[in-house]
Nanobody, 119 residues
């Protein structure tokens, strides 16, 4: 069982920055994709950013140029650097670690961390 622990959420003013962290108990070599999702109240969970084992990245159009996904291989941590935050970025953010593709059945989810952006 892979353990996934997120941290780094909080309250920030519009235009500010936050960095989310996701610590995984599993080596990246067993995981094909490390990803961040978010879910705003009343909305479906959506993919924000994904990073493959071979270092390919994918971003939602709404965050391109503002968010960056990266990892620390030595520590098995994946980060989401969020800059120029907007009120519409307010959501619960979830880390997803998958041996297949982002969000695939059997992939591993963290408990979520809340991001609030004030205007």
């Amino acid at each position: 069982q892979v353990r996934v622990v997120e941290s780094g959420g909080g309250l920030v003013q519009a235009g500010g920055s936050l960095r989310l962290s996701c610590a995984a108990s599993e080596s990246r070599f067993r995981l094909n994709v490390m990803a961040w999702y978010r879910q705003a109240p009343g909305k479906q969970r959506e993919l924000v950013a994904a990073l493959t084992r071979l270092s390919s990245t994918n971003y939602a159009n709404s965050v391109k140029g503002r968010f960056t996904i990266s990892r620390d291989n030595a520590k098995n941590i994946v980060y989401l650097q969020m800059n120029d935050l907007k009120p519409e970025d307010k959501a619960d953010y979830y880390c997803n670690l998958s041996p297949a593709y982002a969000g695939s059945p059997g992939s591993y989810w963290g408990q979520g961390t809340q991001v609030t952006v004030s205007s």
